[in-house]
């Protein structure tokens, strides 16, 4: 996959002003020179280090003139960076913010844990040395992001040229229709056994169920649909889940979007959660397992959250199985960049 390009034009001059530094630790030096260039190229100072104990405050507070830190590292690291982000946030210091990215292979990560940790943005499922450029273009996503870019598009996920398709859904018919599309996208043209192509349309299922019965609400914010999560329903053309996809052949990625921005990332680490133990949640807004199904189907997910204003969840899964099974076991990537108080923000 090459790299990504997510600019969406220029930023505000407030942010263009705004120095921004970077932390790596790596036991690795070339993966520390390495993640450091990809830092570079988005506008960071980086520091790197291969001690994954080293103090890393001092660092921090030796540049007085950064307001905003994003640290990386591998899982070793990752008490030494949950604890960095947890003494920024302790500061209470709005114009300095700490962000973490801790990546890792299968097992390496407790996903759940780090997801519910002050300032972490995203875990990622590779390490630098697997030969494959995933790691390296999400954390570029990421980083431009926390300077103001868009998440990363559909599309950026493909190889350049790849087609995107996209259709707006409004009642079950649609979902179903959408879900059969997918099935037989899979079965009938990309060669993917029904097993495989079964499991990739309970994604679309589940993503399109969410964003059409637990994302509206009424005037007064509480939900319209989330107490049946089965009743036919019509949904208003404004209020209509945009579903998106698209593949080039070796990964397909499938996308909602909604107009509520309601998903919030308690709901994810929930589900993660109850899955781990064997629980399914079938109350009230009730995505219960759902959202931890379409997690271990993907080989990324990337939940972008505009609170009040969009939810956008995009879900990518890799159809070349011998590319997964090449090294290490690839674990799964999930960024989830809400920027909510617990996740590093201080004015809300």
């Not at 801790?102 to 943005?121: C, H, K, N, S």
């Not at 790691?135 to 559909?154: D, F, K, N």
């Not at 308690?266 to 959660?273: A, E, F, Q």
């Amino acid at each position: 996959m090459g790299h990504p390009n997510p600019a969406g034009g220029a930023r505000p001059k407030a942010e263009q002003r705004e120095r921004a530094g970077a932390i790596v630790v790596d036991r690795n030096r070339a993966t520390n020179k390495r993640l450091a260039r990809i830092l570079v190229s988005a506008g960071y100072t980086v520091k790197t280090y291969e001690d994954v104990g080293t103090p890393l405050l001092p660092a921090l507070q030796g540049e007085t003139g950064v307001s905003l830190w994003l640290v990386v590292g591998e899982a070793a690291a990752a008490s030494n960076l949950l604890g960095l982000c947890s003494a920024t946030l302790s500061l209470r210091d709005p114009k300095r913010r700490c962000y973490a990215v801790i990546y890792g292979t299968d097992g390496e990560l407790d996903v759940p844990m780090l997801a519910e940790q002050p300032g972490v943005v995203a875990t990622l499922g590779l390490r630098p040395s697997s030969g494959r450029l995933d790691l390296e273009s999400e954390l570029l996503g990421i980083a431009c992001h926390l300077r103001g870019q868009p998440l990363l598009p559909l599309q950026a996920y493909l190889l350049w040229g790849a087609q995107a398709f996209s259709t707006g859904i409004t009642n079950i018919g649609g979902r179903d229709a959408a879900e059969a599309r997918i099935v037989k996208l899979c079965t009938d043209h990309l060669n993917i056994s029904r097993r495989v192509a079964d499991n990739i349309g309970e994604v679309v299922h589940e993503l399109i169920t969410n964003a059409m019965y637990d994302a509206p609400v009424d005037d007064k914010g509480q939900p319209r649909y989330a107490h049946d999560r089965t009743a036919p329903i019509e949904l208003p053309a404004e209020d209509r889940v945009t579903f998106r996809y698209g593949t080039d052949g070796i990964r397909l990625c499938i996308e909602t979007s909604d107009r509520f921005g309601r998903l919030r990332r308690g709901d994810l680490t929930r589900s993660l959660r109850q899955a781990a133990a064997g629980q399914v949640n079938k109350g009230q807004g009730g995505a219960g397992i759902g959202l931890s199904l379409v997690y271990r189907t993907s080989q990324t997910l990337q939940v972008d959250v505009e609170p009040g204003t969009r939810t956008r969840v995009t879900a990518v899964m890799e159809l070349d199985v011998a590319r997964a099974a090449e090294g290490p076991r690839p674990g799964r990537s999930l960024i989830f960049p809400d920027l909510t108080a617990k996740s590093g923000r201080h004015d809300l």
